[in-house]
């Protein structure tokens, strides 16, 4: 299932693309709003995999609201005015519907949404990695890291950010658990429940703290048995 939110600030046309989404079988409406605040921290504390958003709005329009998010969810565009469609997909949004709403046209980008969907969960749960580099998907376009290149992986809710010795650190869609078993255990280790870090990497190791470069990354005690047992069959004396 789809996990949606509606936002219009018409409650007319918020009831009618609720209504649609209510009737279509791989949809779960999670929320509707009819402003885009609340739907943003709604966002924030819940996994949403799509919105129908409404680009006309007080306060913050649709095409603001999409530029805050940072690979948040997928997005259609409901909108009464079709020029609106290229300010639409320069923020990637999957598709608009025009007003006023026809449930041929909303099934129709709803389909096109969930191709999308799969698609970016089977690229997800099939991340291709061997000793060398691994592939992952950042800002809609698929990237190639070296594996060796990895300083640290640092977990964020349902996304991961790949810190990079010599490049900006990368997003993902991800979950530690999935990359942590990618990776190769030899090199890698889960230092606490949001870091993992590259062994071979490390120069410095401070108060139960890894440091790199001005990052200090904690070791918590869950995982300070196991990295105690790495250091203690590396250390020379």
């Not at 943003?40 to 805050?68: H, R, V, W």
């Not at 749960?125 to 580099?133: D, F, I, K, P």
């Amino acid at each position: 299932m789809i996990k949606c939110i509606a936002v219009d600030d018409e409650p007319l046309a918020l009831k009618q693309i609720s209504s649609y989404i209510e009737r279509t079988p791989f949809l779960d409406l999670q929320a509707s709003f009819d402003n885009a605040m609340d739907a943003l921290q709604f966002i924030t504390e819940n996994k949403i995999d799509l919105i129908y958003l409404d680009i006309q709005m007080p306060d913050l329009n649709g095409i603001e609201m999409a530029k805050s998010l940072s690979n948040g969810p997928q997005i259609i565009f409901t909108t009464a005015y079709s020029e609106y469609a290229i300010d639409g997909f320069k923020v990637n949004a999957i598709d608009y519907i025009l007003k006023p709403l026809d449930y041929a046209s909303f099934f129709k980008a709803s389909l096109k949404a969930q191709s999308f969907l799969e698609r970016n969960t089977a690229f997800s749960e099939n991340l291709q990695a061997n000793s060398n580099h691994l592939f992952i998907k950042s800002e809609y376009k698929i990237i190639r890291i070296e594996i060796g290149d990895i300083l640290y992986i640092e977990g964020m809710r349902e996304y991961v950010r790949i810190h990079l010795a010599n490049a900006k650190p990368l997003m993902t869609l991800l979950s530690m658990k999935k990359i942590e078993e990618k990776l190769p255990s030899a090199s890698f280790m889960r230092v606490h429940r949001s870091y993992i870090v590259n062994l071979q990497k490390i120069s410095t190791i401070e108060r139960n703290r890894i440091i790199f470069n001005d990052v200090y990354i904690p070791i918590s005690d869950q995982y300070k048995e196991k990295f105690q047992s790495f250091i203690d069959n590396n250390f020379l004396i």
